[in-house]
């Protein structure tokens, strides 16, 4: 049974940093396709950036250049490194295991979800 724990989230004023882990239960971060979505209040849950098997990473424009993807597989933890933060990135953030999201990161690929950590830009 996948089990996936994010932590992390608070909140920061515009330009600040913040990083997001997600625990993960055992062989979880090597087996599965891993990504971070977010869902700000009213919105749909998007994509923002994954991390494949061979640590491949993919990240959407919005976030692209301010927001790293990381793992440790021998920690079971997935990372979301967040840079230069911007109100716009006021969400829900969860992590999510899945066999593949290639370049779309849609939610419809995700087969285990994390039960969120709350990230607020002020």
């Known amino acids: 049974h996948v089990q996936l724990v994010e932590s992390g989230g608070g909140s920061v004023h515009a330009g600040g940093s913040l990083t997001l882990s997600c625990a993960a239960s055992p062989y979880t971060i090597r087996t599965y396709a891993m990504a971070w979505f977010r869902q700000a209040p009213g919105k749909e849950r998007e994509g923002i950036a994954t991390?494949?098997?061979?640590?491949?990473?993919t990240y959407k424009d919005s976030v692209k250049g301010r927001f790293t993807i990381s793992k440790d597989n021998n920690k079971n933890t997935l990372y979301l490194q967040m840079n230069n933060l911007k109100p716009e990135d006021t969400a829900m953030y969860y992590c999510?295991?899945?066999?593949?999201?290639?370049?779309?990161?849609?939610?419809?690929?995700?087969?285990?979800w994390g039960q969120g950590t709350q990230v607020t830009v002020s």
């Open positions: 991390i494949d098997g061979n640590a491949v990473t």
């Open positions: 999510a295991a899945g066999y593949y999201f290639g370049l779309a990161i849609s939610p419809t690929q995700a087969h285990y």
